[in-house]
């Protein structure tokens, strides 16, 4: 008989990234994918008013691709039939989207001919519960099974496995947050000696659903190969992002994971791959249709085929197909690509997260091979406490709409080695929490375990954010957390406590107002109504971070207008007051308002510390630097690469700049104390990259890459180098060079006006640009090491680990003034060194307005930045020839000569709102208004920009004088 075939065409499963290969392709894909995210632009009513929801939960559930659901509803839904008939239309078309399915996922995992591919039930946990089924693990006549695994388990890997087993063997994790691969040799080969004819099995997780950190899949695998284990592995929190190959070099005994994980795939269900000579049973976990071959009146017969026998009832095939396309999105974009992202949005929360003294992250601060999953706490400092991780998960959504996760997230074990939770200390948590067993439980309706302490439990905040996520919320989140994390003080006393759920809610919303209802759906003659409750919708505010600000210090003003706040130690046991971890509103208030010595319990959660792994890679690397660096410059062809000199002494010379908004003056000299304070040792200090100008002809100087400026804004720059003499004859000038469009655009000027100078026998001076690299995974300016080489000039690139050297320090009140004075400090350091006399930085004329209106608003001082002034050891001038400048002149030319512009997203800053950035909408506004402001505030600053002084005090004092001197000429 004929084998049906189905369709002309029958289209290829692509390898992965295959459809993707072009990096640009997989940009576009991720961006899509962000377009189209289900609720993307959905809004919530909160305590604080509407907010847009922002979903950083990825790692408990993903959220729906819109498109997804537009094919399934337009070409699936309307063929959908039952998989159990293969002779109409429907159901033929539903089976083979399903067997297509089935084979995406064989494509994914590398799962051949030995394998069985089951969809099963509603999850990883549905899927481990088969596999234990499938093996008959701890049946009579089965060899009895030993289990080891990992501390980082879900509950999911760890509690089917205590069943089956003899014994659960747990290895502990190494300092990057991974299993321990020689302890696991180790405790192989006890357990083997120890139970010589039993079954071995390592069950291990891809990646902890708690620190995102991804384990060594093919190394561990290789362990339990050699020392014959079979090896299961838990790829839920993997599976979305990192492929996996089940038939390796020692092919994996089986795997599995959960559909509704993967971004696309909401509601489908969990996977099951396993060798098929794994599989003892010959009946179905679930007995019933579709599992049996033949059924008479007394005997059954089963299917032995396990893919359709344990596949039995009703299946999901709608979710099934969900996932097929889920995956097959994943593939088109490449693994590479997505744990290329993943690194990327990993080192920007790291970096941003080192700036928030109070929040400890749980795990380690691994940066490689790891997810953006973080779980964290936030402390209390004054107390020692730490703010329950309920109430921060719903301060950050109440102000800010973000999803987080808050608990324990089903990982006990992990999070309570995570936290520094003991055997003794967990027993007593069990016994506070375990609910009275004299409760009536078949007569009362209950909706889960009562304890009257439940808000003892210890936990913490996770947030997950999926690769596709934009650099932009990735900031943002991290800017709400920082301002959670510092305010949260603030706000405690708005938020009322239910001790048996240990849930906070803002006592403005314990009703859920804008709670959606079944209830509200009726169906009548028109069809499906949806009967809404009319509620008052706020407006969305356009400054979210700017309103969070405002709402702060409005909770402030009511803490300290509150006569009282509701003693919450008095609900508690004694035991329970013993094992309180979190601090309670009227701790708050009273160490507050009242100004009163408030006692603190002893905090029983001592987060682990990873500090050994960190000193131990601080020093691999400080002799990894010393063994490398030599003593004497290597140079080869034009570029040299030598260690810094001795510039200690030089890094305390006085220069100025963009400091942190509204702290310190702007022009403050820098007094070194901050080098003192980060560094060790000298070996601290790295290398640097020199590029050397080449001598060349006429002929080859016209071809390289200059822009010349356009006549105006060309005609403002020399207008301040001749007015106010800022280059002079025989000068070494050094463009500080940040790659910003400002510094870029200067150094095309400069150069334009050198050229024009040397044919016109002008004033002749030497150009040269220099960059200080501060270490930030945010900021990578390598590039114009390459586009300074093409442009022929002398080029220093110095490496600087600012950004570490800011960790160490202690109480650091601005990352931004601290690396800015580092950076400075770096910047006249090797001019000094190399023989420059002079540093040209960028700032332009919209500059020195936000900075004099910061300066007179914060500081009550009359200053701005200065046009040139000379170091006190006067070895150095630094100028700024951009100051009659606008900045939209600059922004103008850099994007149409298409200037290399180094994109620069400083981790300490992100999308906070700034006092420059209020400097700048508030001078935007009056423009409007005036459209001659700036000219008139050119004018108004002359007096101030022409101080020539490294002093703040003597420069302030010019500055009056020079006020006085305009007058006087005005008059």
């Known amino acids: 008989m004929d084998q049906r075939r189905f369709g002309e065409k029958i289209p290829l499963v692509p390898s992965e990234g295959r459809k993707g290969e072009e990096d640009g392709s997989a940009y576009d894909i991720m961006q899509w994918m962000r377009k189209n995210e289900s609720g993307r632009e959905q809004e919530v009513e909160t305590a604080f008013g509407r907010r847009r929801v922002i979903y950083a939960d990825y790692a408990a559930s993903a959220k729906a691709i819109v498109p997804i659901e537009e094919y399934l509803l337009k070409e699936v839904h309307p063929l959908y039939g039952n998989t159990h008939s293969s002779v109409t239309v429907t159901a033929e078309q539903t089976t083979l989207f399903v067997h297509e399915a089935r084979e995406e996922i064989r494509s994914l995992t590398g799962a051949g001919d030995t394998d069985a591919v089951i969809f099963v039930g509603t999850g990883s946990t549905a899927a481990i519960d088969l596999l234990v089924h499938l093996g008959a693990f701890g049946k009579v006549g089965v060899p009895p099974l030993v289990v080891v695994h990992s501390i980082s388990e879900h509950h ?30 180790k405790t192989l080969l006890m357990s083997k000696e120890k139970y010589p004819d039993h079954t071995i099995l390592g069950a291990f997780t891809g990646a902890s659903n708690v620190t995102g950190v991804l384990n060594d899949f093919i190394g561990i695998n290789v362990i339990l190969k050699r020392h014959g284990a079979l090896s299961v592995w838990d790829l839920a929190a993997s599976s979305p992002y990192v492929g996996v190959n089940v038939n390796g070099v020692h092919p994996v005994d089986a795997v599995f994971f959960s559909g509704h994980k993967w971004p696309g795939a909401v509601a489908s269900p969990g996977v099951l791959v396993v060798k098929k000579g794994l599989i003892r049973a010959d009946q179905p976990k679930k007995k019933g249709g579709g599992t049996v071959f033949y059924v008479d009146e007394k005997s059954t017969t089963y299917l032995r085929d396990a893919e359709y026998r344990e596949e039995g009832g009703t299946g999901d095939a709608i979710g099934i197909i969900r996932l097929a396309l889920a995956v097959k999105l994943r593939r088109s974009i490449g693994e590479d690509r997505v744990m290329g992202r993943e690194e990327t949005i990993v080192g920007r929360l790291l970096d941003g997260f080192s700036f928030i003294p109070n929040l400890i992250l749980l795990g380690p601060p691994t940066r490689k091979k790891r997810l953006a999953t973080f779980a964290f706490l936030i402390k209390d400092e004054i107390s020692g406490l730490f703010f329950h991780h309920n109430y921060i998960s719903v301060l950050l959504n109440d102000l800010f709409g973000i999803q987080s996760r808050a608990g324990c997230v089903c990982a006990g074990p992990y999070a309570q080695h995570l936290l520094g939770i003991e055997g003794e200390i967990s027993s007593r948590f069990l016994s506070l929490l375990r609910e009275d067993s004299s409760l009536d439980r078949l007569h009362l309706r209950r909706i889960g375990e009562y304890s009257q302490q439940e808000m003892i439990r210890p936990g913490f905040t996770r947030i997950s954010i999926p690769y596709f996520e934009s650099d932009d919320k990735v900031d943002f989140v991290l800017s709400t957390i920082r301002f959670v994390a510092t305010h949260a003080a603030d706000f405690l006393h708005h938020y009322q406590l239910n001790a048996e759920s240990g849930e906070w809610h803002n006592e403005k919303t314990r009703v859920f107002n804008d709670r959606k209802w079944l209830g509200f759906v009726s169906f009548g003659e028109e069809g499906l109504k949806i009967d809404k409750k009319a509620t008052k919708k706020s407006d969305l505010p356009r400054d979210v971070m700017r309103r969070a600000e405002e709402e702060r210090e409005k909770a402030r003003e009511m803490m300290m207008e509150r006569s009282t706040v509701p003693d919450g130690r008095v609900a508690l046991s004694e035991e329970a007051k013993e094992l309180r971890w979190f601090v309670l509103p009227i701790e708050i208030w009273e160490r507050e308002k009242k100004k009163m010595d408030v006692e603190y319990p002893d905090c029983v959660i001592r987060p682990k510390r990873y500090e050994e792994k960190r000193e131990k890679e601080k020093k691999e690397k400080d002799e990894e630097t010393k063994d490398s660096t030599p003593l004497d410059s290597a140079t080869t062809g034009s570029e040299t690469v030598c260690p810094l000199m001795d510039i200690y002494e030089a890094e305390q010379q006085g220069m100025d700049g963009r400091e942190e908004e509204g702290g310190e003056d702007e022009e403050e000299e820098h007094t070194g104390e901050e080098v003192r304070e980060g560094e060790t040792s000298m070996e601290d200090w790295n290398k640097r990259v020199i590029v050397t100008r080449r001598e060349i002809t006429r002929r080859e100087e016209a071809s390289l890459p200059w822009v010349v400026p356009p006549l105006d804004l060309y005609k403002q720059t020399t207008e301040s180098i001749h007015s106010l003499g800022l280059i002079k004859e025989g ?44 270490g930030s995974t945010a900021y990578n300016p390598r590039p114009l090491i390459e586009y300074c080489r093409s442009l022929n000039i002398d080029y220093f690139y110095e490496e600087q680990d600012i950004i570490g050297q800011a960790r160490k320090l202690k109480n650091l009140r601005s990352i931004c003034a601290f690396c800015s004075r580092m950076k400075r400090g770096r910047l006249a350091a090797a001019a000094v060194t190399h ?11 919209d500059d020195l307005a936000e900075s004099f209106f910061i300066a007179a608003f914060q500081n009550g001082n009359l200053s701005t930045m200065k046009a040139q002034y000379t170091t006190r050891d006067s070895n150095l001038r630094v100028i700024r020839p951009l100051v009659l400048v606008r900045e939209k002149a600059l922004r103008d030319f850099a994007a149409s000569s298409n200037l290399p512009v180094v994109a620069e997203n400083c981790p300490a800053c992100f999308n906070q709102a700034t006092e420059r950035h209020r400097i700048k909408q508030m001078l935007a506004h009056q423009e409007l208004l005036f459209p001659d402001l700036f000219c008139s505030l050119r004018s108004a600053l002359r007096p101030l920009l022409i101080v020539d002084s490294a002093s703040t005090a003597e420069m302030r004092r010019k500055a009056i004088e020079n006020i006085v001197k305009t007058k006087k000429n005005e008059e």
């Open 731 to 774: 000068d070494k000038v050094l463009v500080c060079l940040s790659g910003g469009k400002d510094s870029l655009s200067l150094l095309h000027i400069l150069r334009f006006y050198q050229i024009r100078n040397r044919d016109r026998r002008g004033i002749q001076f030497e150009l040269g640009a220099i960059t200080v690299d501060p």
């Open 156 to 185: 999911t890997n760890i509690l089917p496995w205590r069943e089956a087993a003899v014994e659960c063997i747990t290895v502990d994790e190494d300092e990057e947050g991974r299993v321990d691969e020689e302890k696991l040799e």
């Open 835 to 845: 023989g420059w006399n002079v540093l040209a930085m960028g700032q332009h004329l």
